[in-house]
């Protein structure tokens, strides 16, 4: 009979090469975002988190809620998403 402590082990154990494999086949499929590495990654990640009602765009009501943590005021978060946004169609 296995200890407590040695099922958790052997079910997190498992759970983790199945996370793995998941992984790999997802990665498998996926096309490269970008040659040079993990930032443009990064980037689309950050995207995905902020993108809330997952439509493709960032409103700045999005972005706000994403990004204001009191170091920018509001009006410096407009500023910056204005200036990102490159087909200035807000």
Known sequence: ?????EMITMCLQ????KHLLAQQQQQK???PLHSSGQGL???HDIFRRADKNDDGKLSFDEF???FADGILTTEELQELFYSIDGRQNK
Do not use: G, V
């Open 1 to 5: 009979m296995l200890a407590c402590a």
């Open 14 to 17: 498992s759970a983790k090469q």
């Open 29 to 31: 499929q996926q096309p």
């Open 41 to 43: 990654t990064i980037f």
């Open 64 to 66: 706000n809620a994403y």
